[in-house]
């Protein structure tokens, strides 16, 4: 009977990671395909995009509760609760950045008819093309439990701010420079935060891991690096 109960415990543990996984897939494509739709001006991409959110949050509702189901269930302690509850906070992290990718989409539309230079964009493409990255790897680290891989995440986080600070100024000079980009700009520049956000996101997860793996808190101030006014807003 023991062994009964510590094999469906184990498939309850394993139901929370493979839904996790799935997750975190479908939120890896949204960034992707959101910036690809920024890049092309592709309306139909950024739609599909703002339409896999619905998955996204289902996904998140049947983790949240599977997780509160089996800690009813199993009263799990130490490692297997330190599990359980890190699902329920990664799932959390990974559906919000489902959400800004859907906001990044939705940007997209708004400014799909408003005529500017290729090269506005090319920063905030490097940044997503560094997020995803980031976001590759925390997503690696959580499935092999790996705490070097996610503390590699969490040090990188203020090479993120700094491009944001970059992508910042430039899109302010834009503005300066001819009036008729002002309205592009200032969406781009809620891009690039919401790519900044997801950025934060994969740090959160990195903290999760580490926890998880450790069974305590990641120690020191996390690394940051946005000096912008949207940063103390």
Known sequence: MSEHIVTSFDAELEFLRSKIAEMGGIAEKMLDDSTRALVRRDVALARQVID??????????????????????RQ??????????????VAGDVERIGDLAKNTSKRVLAISNEAHPAKIVGG?????DLVQAQLKDVLD??????????????????????????????????????????TFCTHLLFLAKNIERIGDHTTNIAETIYYLTTGETLAGERPKGDTTSFATA
């Open 76 to 89: 799990p302690v130490a490692i297997d609760l330190r599990e359980i509850v890190s699902a329920i906070r």
């Open 141 to 182: 680290a959580y499935a092999q439990r790996d705490e070097r891989k996610a503390l590699d995440v969490w040090g990188k986080d203020d090479r993120i701010d700094a491009l944001y600070n970059s992508v910042f100024r430039e899109l302010l000079t834009y503005m300066m420079e001819d009036t008729r980009n002002i």
């Open 52 to 73: 896999a959110d619905t998955r996204l949050d289902g996904l998140q509702r049947e983790i949240e509760e599977h997780a509160v189901g089996t800690i009813a269930r």
């Open 124 to 128: 905030v493409q490097h940044m997503s």
